[in-house]
């Protein structure tokens, strides 16, 4: 368990309450920002956001709406801390946030999770699925050990 | 700005707060979807999901024994392995839990895509083999579609569904795809979009990557279907209805002449430089996953 100041930042890729940064840092202030931007960008209707909000009633966080590098440097700031736990996300806005951070708060260190794989093969051909499922299908079918 | 609530005495008093709180999807669609989110719907759903021959003999039927697990996996309230797990668990070969399995590696293959070509996932990946350019499909969805309002009485009622759930059936989703793309010669990027408003799992990787899929932007070739297909998948629904009050006209026809019809300037059914022409490959559109085996 470290003693460094840390929060968890929740995304929705990720509305999982034994997700890794939960576990490292149980107990740690946690915050999920719906991301206006994006609502509006992807015009996400009511019953998503209903969906992701009973997740996130479920878990431990603090719910905000707005812009989320701006939350999320705030709730920093209000809790003094010194390292942000997050989940992994294929996402190149969640990649654009996470930089944006280390540039704004150079000071914080900002971790990325990633939870047990699928499969934990990386270099596989993805010009077709027939291609990958060839290379990972023993692996997939073994239950993670 | 504020924290937002997390005190509700139960699910009507939370829709009413959102509703409050977020006008605009509220004005876009009213509906909320009967999933429930949250890791304790999530694990029942779960502990009740059939994984090995069930699921396998029935998934491609709109009343087939399909998990809807889709809408978890997708916000990560359950993970792959952990869903993996628990279907190996319920199963005495793992063979038997193969085409639940692969599913789920579909999930996987999206998603390793994605990271690979980050917002790319919204051009064409590919050029279309449609014998058409991008150029010759519209760029916006039409009202007609928007509103489900075609006159196509199963596409009205598969944007229903997609309106008032939040989630369609596999099968649903590619037929709907197909409809948008190669009947109506709309870009897939409109119906992308469409589905990303309502889907409750909906996200760029498995639903933009499926579009593509279906477009034949990621694929050796496009999807399409006949009626026949969807009478069979769809069960009895519209078995003794006549083609007039069903609007289905432009589904009637073997694939041959469907082929001909949707995509004049090529040979589809009998291109053999096309290693998935003949005979036909399984099809899908990924989430919780389902096949079309072609007729």
Not at chain 1, 22 to 38: I, M, N, Q, R, T
Not at chain 1, 97 to 124: D, K, T, W
Not at chain 2, 102 to 121: F, N
Not at chain 2, 249 to 267: C, K, W
Request: glycine share 4%; charged share 25%.
């Amino acid at each position: 368990m470290s003693d460094v100041k840390t929060v968890i930042w929740v995304h929705a890729d990720n509305l999982n309450p034994h997700s890794q940064p939960f576990k490292l840092a149980a107990g740690a202030p946690a915050l999920f920002v719906f991301d206006d931007a994006l609502l509006q960008a992807w015009g996400i209707t009511l019953k998503r956001i209903v969906f992701m909000y009973e997740c996130l009633l479920e878990l431990p966080v603090t719910i905000r709406r707005g812009d989320v590098l701006e939350e999320l440097t705030r709730f920093v700031a209000e809790h003094d801390a010194l390292r942000v736990l997050t989940s992994y996300s294929p996402s190149p806005r969640h990649a654009a946030i996470c930089a944006a951070l280390r540039q704004r708060l150079p000071r914080v260190r900002l971790e990325v999770l990633s939870e047990a794989p699928f499969v934990r093969a990386q270099q596989v051909d993805l010009k077709r699925f027939s291609r990958y499922w060839q290379a990972v299908k023993g692996e997939a079918l073994t239950r993670t050990s | 700005m504020a924290d937002m609530r997390r005190d509700f005495k139960d699910r009507e008093e939370l829709v009413a707060y959102l509703r409050e709180q977020f006008p605009e999807a509220a004005a876009r669609s009213p509906h909320v979807s009967p999933f429930i989110g949250g890791r304790t719907s999530a694990e029942s759903r779960l502990a009740v999901s059939k994984f090995g021959a069930e699921y396998a003999q029935t998934r491609n039927y709109v009343t087939g024994s399909v998990t809807r697990l889709s809408p978890y996996i997708r916000h990560g309230v359950l993970t792959l392995a952990e869903v993996r797990d628990a279907a190996l668990a319920q199963v005495s070969r793992a063979e038997d839990a193969e085409k639940f399995i692969s599913e789920l590696g579909w999930r996987d293959y999206w998603q390793r895509v994605y990271a690979q070509v980050g917002d790319k996932i919204w051009q064409d990946l590919e050029p279309y083999k449609t014998g058409f350019t991008a150029d010759d499909y519209a760029d916006e969805l039409p009202d007609d579609i928007r509103y489900g309002e075609t006159g196509v009485r199963f596409i009205d009622d598969l944007c229903k569904e997609l309106f008032t759930l939040g989630y369609l059936h596999n099968h649903g989703r590619m037929w709907l795809a197909a409809y948008v793309v190669h009947w109506r010669r709309v870009k897939w990027q409109a119906g992308a979009r469409w589905f990303l408003e309502h889907l409750v799992d909906g996200d760029p990787a498995s639903n933009n990557l499926s579009w593509q899929w279906v477009a034949s932007t990621y694929s050796h070739k496009p999807y399409y279907y006949n009626w026949d297909n969807v009478l069979r998948f769809t069960g009895k629904k519209y078995l003794n209805a006549s083609p007039r009050i069903l609007g289905n006209e432009a589904f009637l026809g073997t694939y041959e002449v469907i082929a001909r019809r949707l995509f004049p300037n090529i040979d589809l059914e009998h291109d053999h430089s096309q290693p998935h022409q003949s005979p036909p490959k399984p099809t899908r559109f990924k989430q919780d996953g389902k096949k079309d085996k072609r007729r």
